[in-house]
């Protein structure tokens, strides 16, 4: 069964420091996360929560845009 991602939304999950998504494998919802680290440069310095946020989501978007395109 192949994994299918039709619904564009995601999140920020404070508590596992993520951003949130999910996917669908026909029957089942299937919940994501990818870890701030990979959206971001891990050596820069740690950006108050908002900005982190702000970095995280539109990085998640831009390498998720050209898959709708």
């Not at 299918?4 to 920020?12: C, D, H, L, Q």
């Not at 919802?29 to 995280?56: D, M, W, Y």
């Amino acid at each position: 069964m192949t994994l299918a991602f039709p619904n564009p939304s995601r999140s920020f999950d404070e508590t596992r420091n993520a951003v949130r998504f999910v996917g669908h494998d026909g029957m089942f919802q299937i919940r994501f996360f990818v870890e701030t680290g990979v959206l971001t440069n891990s050596h820069v310095g740690k950006p108050e929560a908002g900005a982190l946020e702000a970095k995280c989501l539109g990085a998640f978007a831009e390498c998720r845009l050209p898959h709708f395109i």
